[in-house]
């Protein structure tokens, strides 16, 4: 990592959930809460507790050079809504198998 940027990936203790549309899209107590230099802490769900038969994996694939290579799932009328690291840098290697959200509930 570059000098002045931290990454920090642990369990986050908390519960949390996601609703889109008055549906629950993902609901979990094994979240894990990634806390990144410059960016809003993020929860990545995992994926056993996301409800993947609701949502599309999308064309879109973004590279950060911190985390690796994402990729998005979409509803239809919220593109790109998830997304995840299937292969993600060793530094950050928890955060395999998780998908994070833009809108969760936390509790």
Known sequence: MSEGHRITV????RHVRVVRGGRV???????LLLRETGCP???YIPAGDVRLDLLTPSGTHTHCP?????SYWSLPDAPDLAWAYPEPKPEVAAIRDHLCFYDVEVF
């Open 66 to 70: 911190f985390k690796g290579d994402a």
């Open 25 to 31: 899209l993902a609901e979990s107590d094994g979240a």
């Open 41 to 43: 802490d993020r929860y």
């Open 10 to 13: 642990g369990p986050s203790g």
